[in-house]
């Protein structure tokens, strides 16, 4: 199960676990294939392109497929692209886009502009805060990703924290952080660096936020004591957590003040025994995904743990 490079949201993952490989949900899944509209022909400025050096295997630069009824352009480069390439992704007019590497740079950002974007996805990028405030033109754009990238970017603030579209915003560092500010936020996810408490706390005074995902991977700041902050935030309807270790009495059983909470999904997370079963029994109308956190990973986690716990050495 690959979910640490990628970060996808945890429910789909965890459905993904248990559901057969054939059977009624793969079935569903193939009907559905076979009624998506046809993709378009990749034009060649765009099959010509170099992929990046971190693609896998096979992997081409340029690739199109549907996602949330939108097309989308996954484009991860070994060199920016040029003018006729840009010519070339306009005439596709996709909505969605996934950038890695040299596929977006802050040179190409009023061409993006003008594609009048509502999804993207960034990963490592040489993008800079100059080119994230161009964000802020984009009127349509409804989801933000930025993954793996954390310099800071305050040139982006008030373009974000004023974005009037943005309801989902997903970041595991500083790139663009500011955008936790956007006023009408429904889904947010906090990975690696960004999973921390101070982080979560932007969010309480959010009336629109519905959805928290929190990946605490190869990280300790999202625990019981943090759960106090989550519990804060009043509109919240469905929680994620992956990687941490919690227990009922000094983490979870704070939720209680959440009026709205419908669902839980947790996944690596190590719980006392009896624990999930005392959260069943006293939120019986939340639905709980469950995956235990495995003894390779708790290893890593006490050794996390007394790392943080031994004095420095100056």
């Excluded at 945890?10 to 294939?33: C, Q, T, Y």
């Excluded at 949330?68 to 996954?74: E, F, I, K, V």
């Excluded at 890695?100 to 990028?125: F, W």
Aim: proline share 7%; hydrophobic share 45%; with cysteine.
């Amino acid at each position: 199960m690959r979910m640490i490079k990628c970060l996808p949201h945890l429910a789909p993952i965890v459905v993904l676990a248990v559901s057969p490989v054939f059977g009624p949900a793969h079935s569903a899944a193939a009907e559905k294939a076979s009624k998506s509209p046809q993709l378009p022909e990749l034009p060649e400025a765009l099959r010509s392109l170099e992929a990046s050096k971190r693609n896998h295997e096979g992997t081409p630069a340029a690739r199109l497929q549907m996602k949330d009824g939108l097309l989308l352009l996954a484009l991860s480069t070994a060199k920016p692209l040029t003018d006729a390439q840009w010519d070339a992704v306009a005439s596709l007019h996709p909505k969605s886009f996934a950038f890695n590497d040299q596929a977006l740079t802050d040179r190409d950002m009023d061409r993006l502009v003008a594609l009048d974007p509502v999804s993207i996805s960034l990963r490592i990028t040489p993008l800079t805060g100059v080119g994230a405030a161009k964000f802020g033109q984009m009127k349509n754009l409804r989801s933000l990703t930025s993954h793996h990238l954390h310099q800071p970017t305050p040139e982006a603030k008030a373009a974000l924290a004023n974005h009037p579209a943005l309801e989902d915003f997903r970041s595991a560092g500083d790139f663009c952080i500011e955008a936790l500010s956007a006023p009408n936020l429904k889904s947010v996810e906090l990975a690696e660096k960004a999973a921390t408490v101070a982080r979560i706390e932007e969010l309480v005074q959010k009336p629109s936020l519905e959805t928290l995902s929190l990946f605490a991977h190869n990280i300790t700041t999202i625990n019981d004591a943090s759960l106090a902050t989550v519990a804060k935030i009043q509109s919240l309807q469905t929680l994620r957590i992956a990687f941490s270790v919690l227990t009922y009495e000094g983490g979870l059983k704070q939720l209680r003040s959440l009026p709205h909470l419908k669902s839980l999904s947790l996944y690596q997370v190590d719980l006392a025994p009896g624990d999930l079963e005392k959260f069943k029994e006293a939120f019986p109308s939340v639905k709980v995904n469950y995956t235990p956190m495995g003894a390779d990973y708790r290893a890593k986690w006490d050794a996390m743990i007394a790392k943080e716990a031994t004095p420095s050495k100056k």
